[in-house]
Structures are given as C-alpha cells and as structure tokens.
C-alpha cells in the first residue's frame, strides 16, 4: 500500500486514541471487531454507564482486543456520547496525535438506525484498508484536521437547517474565550452523527471545556434537541478551521 511508507511512525508507539461510548452494550461486539481493524498502535478509551456492562467490557477485551492499553470508565448517563468523550480524553488528549470517536448509535428509527451506524461504521473503520488510507491522508497533508464520513444520504437534509436558539448560543458561547472576534450565525459543516477521525491539535480546545458542557448537560429525557451537545457537534469542523486546519469527507461502499 502507498501508506505503509507514511504511516510508519505510528507503528512504533501508540499516538492514535480511540475513543467509544458503549451505552447500548449489544453493539459492543461490532463495534470492537471495527476497532480492531486498527493498523498501527493504539490506545482503547471506552465510557459505559454501569458496573455489569464494564465487567461484560472487560472479559471481551481480555481475548478480542488489539490496543496497546485500555481504560474502560462508568459514567453517569448524561450528555449521550459527547460528555463522556470530553470527559475521558480531557485529561489524556495532550498524549496523541489523532482521535477517532465512534459510539454505539440507535434512533427512534430501528431500519434507518442499523444503516446509518452500518455506514459510519464501516467508512470510519470498516477495514485496515479504510483506515489505512484516512492516516496516511493526514500523514501527507500537515494542514488537515477532520475526516468524517460524508453524511448519509437519508439524514442530509436536516443538517442543513437553520440552527436552533440554544444550539447557536452554546456554540458561540464555547468559541468566545479562544476566539473571540468570531461569531457563528449559519449551520456548518459537520460530522452528523458525531463519529470522525481528528489531528488533536485542530480541535484541543473543546477537550478544556468540559466544565462548561458538563454543566450545562440537560437530564436524560428521551429524544432531545437544540442543547449544548448539539452545539459540540456542530463545533469540531469549525474549531478546526479556526485553527488553521481544513477537512475532508470520505465515503466507501460495500
């Protein structure tokens, strides 16, 4: 492979952290055997919400894992999977070069639920092919920062819409510290469904606001929308931007 070459220094230490929230414990199997497909060293930061899922966790691991090491953290369950990503890597991130985030998705809807974790799944980490190639994209090009799936075809055109009061809000409230003289106003690019692979250093500083998300986390209440874990959504393609990096989208078919 053309990679093999670039991607040679993530061969010798592990500088690439993948981070999943496991809420729903029945997706774990898949989702490891994706994980798995890992080429090159890396470390396995896994969230759940009670002590049987993290005993169940740890027994698969102990024969069906590839990491170099894992931590595997019980969470309350508040946030879905954005305020355990925050929370796990806010005190790890300075350690990696790259961040994948994947997590055991379900919607209302159980047909177009299975197909578009199936999708992000499999353009995320579907192969060491796939991943192969989304490394060495970053390995070769300094300068990128984001590789989303390109967001699927049956949920597109709801990221187009106009951003809610609240979302927008929390999102121009999160940016205003490190940028200030920037202000949001129209929905951006991002990565529906909160899965993507990430250059570190294009988005640290969502990572050092884990007080403020944590604080304004609503209660778990069934299907939520326009609160501040939209906003972190919506935030990691512009964060990135901010700082200098661009991104890309990449879509594979079976």
Not at 7 to 23: D, V
Not at 115 to 120: I, S, V
Not at 161 to 166: A, D, P
Request: hydrophobic share 40%; net charge neutral.
């Amino acid at each position: 492979l053309k990679s093999n070459y670039y991607l040679y220094n993530l061969e010798k230490i592990p500088l690439i952290a993948i981070q999943a929230h496991i809420f729903y414990i029945d997706l774990f199997e898949e989702m490891m055997s994706k994980i798995n497909n890992v080429p090159v060293k890396f470390d396995l930061y896994l969230t759940t919400t009670s002590e049987i899922d993290k005993n169940n966790i740890e027994q698969y691991l102990i024969l069906n894992n590839k990491a170099e090491k894992y931590e595997i953290l019980i969470v309350e369950n508040k946030g879905r999977d954005v305020l355990p990503f925050i929370y796990q890597m806010n005190k790890v991130y300075k350690k990696y070069k790259y961040i994948c985030h994947i997590h055991s998705k379900k919607t209302l809807f159980p047909a177009l639920s299975k197909l578009w974790r199936d999708y992000l799944f499999d353009n995320i980490l579907g192969s060491k092919e796939i991943i192969s190639e989304i490394l060495y994209k970053f390995e070769i090009n300094p300068k990128l920062g984001i590789i989303y799936p390109e967001n699927y075809f049956r949920i597109i055109c709801f990221t187009y819409s106009s951003l809610f009061e609240r979302t927008l809000y929390f999102m121009n409230n999160l940016l205003k510290d490190d940028f200030p003289y920037f202000k949001i106003d129209k929905a951006p690019a991002y990565p529906a469904g909160d899965m993507f692979w990430a250059r570190v250093s294009s988005i640290y500083q969502i990572f050092e606001k884990l007080d403020i998300i944590k604080n304004n986390c609503p209660e778990e209440e069934g299907v939520l929308y326009d609160t501040i874990l939209h906003s972190v959504e919506r935030l990691w393609v512009v964060i990135a931007q901010l700082n200098g990096y661009n991104y890309t989208t990449n879509f594979v078919t079976f």
